[in-house]
């Protein structure tokens, strides 16, 4: 019986660079969203701020996802998914960067625009990625694929508080060193991926999936039920992260850079490991090319 790689089809070919490239922007998008955890204690403090102004770094990012949302779906569907991860891509680099005249400025209204833009390159992002990243190998390694590539979400999940911790409470502050690193990065990722040749997805596949159902998404109840648990659970979500130091340095006596390291480890390692655990692969399948 042929063994076939998860990133390999049957006839040989190997999408492993494609894989790892998309894979990157699940980290990346992680930290993106983590980091903004540490920033509302940052930003309270460096800003003079209250909290409730300070829960707009959220409200203005996932404000990003719902202006941009159907825009990015228009984009993929015009130009395909690989110009979708490409705008993405630029927006959220040009968004991090903003944050080095945002240090000059320190107003925070400016760096709620960074953060705007930072929102709304995150949206193309996913919105391309994750239905990208199961058509780079055979299909029915589709799951196993999409699933992996999300454990490095969690990662990068982990990864953002610690970041963030280490420049802005024991660095003495420093909000324009990590986004900046984050912009330069993405921004060349972005020059790989209009480099690479990548595998577009087929309007057959896309006409084929519009097609199985013969009514509209939001008269499918499992769908619009599905719609609702997802915005709570991120509200949830969202509302616990974002003030989870606030809470440990007045009631359990730590410093604002160790209840970073709380949440990079507790909180976000244990999100990581819902993701690592749903299946039983290993990255065998990974490096069998």
């Known amino acids: 019986m042929?063994?076939?790689?998860?990133v390999r089809t049957r006839d040989g070919k190997s999408f492993l660079v494609p894989f790892i490239l998309i894979t990157s922007l699940f980290f990346l998008w992680g930290v993106a969203h983590s980091i903004l955890?540490?920033?509302?204690?940052?930003?309270?403090?460096?800003?003079?701020?209250?909290?409730?102004?300070?829960?707009?770094?959220?409200?203005?990012?996932?404000g990003g996802y719902f202006i941009m949302a159907?825009?990015?779906g228009r984009i993929i569907r015009r130009?395909?998914?690989r110009t979708g991860v490409l705008t993405g891509l630029v927006l959220y680099g040009i968004g991090a960067l903003l944050f080095i005249p945002g240090g000059r400025i320190q107003s925070f209204e400016f760096f709620l625009l960074a953060l705007f833009v930072i929102g709304c390159g995150l949206t193309c992002?996913?919105?391309a990625s994750n239905p990208y990243v199961t058509v780079l190998g055979e299909p029915e390694g589709s799951e196993r694929r999409i699933n992996l590539a999300?454990?490095?979400?969690?990662l990068g999940w982990i990864c953002g508080p610690l970041a963030g911790g280490f420049f802005l409470f024991a660095g003495g502050g420093d909000v324009t060193t990590p986004y900046a690193v984050l912009g330069t990065v993405v921004l060349c990722i972005a020059i790989l991926f209009s480099r690479v040749k990548l595998p577009e997805i087929g309007r057959e596949v896309e006409s084929g999936q519009a097609e199985a159902s013969g009514k509209s998404l939001w008269r499918t109840t499992s769908f619009t039920v599905g719609l609702l648990s997802l915005f709570l659970y991120v509200a949830a979500q969202t509302g616990i992260n974002s003030f989870f130091i606030n809470y440990a340095t007045e009631n359990a006596g730590v410093s604002a850079q160790e209840a970073s390291v709380w949440l990079s480890f507790g909180g976000m390692g244990l999100f990581m490991a819902t993701y690592s655990g749903a299946y039983p692969f290993t990255f065998?399948?990974?490096?069998?090319?």
């Open 2 to 6: 042929e063994k076939i790689g998860l």
């Open 37 to 62: 955890d540490v920033l509302n204690k940052h930003f309270q403090d460096t800003l003079e701020i209250t909290r409730t102004r300070s829960a707009l770094i959220q409200a203005v990012v996932y």
């Open 150 to 154: 999300q454990s490095f979400n969690g």
């Open 284 to 289: 065998r399948q990974l490096i069998r090319v």
């Open 79 to 81: 130009f395909g998914y």
């Open 70 to 72: 159907l825009p990015a």
């Open 125 to 127: 992002l996913e919105t």
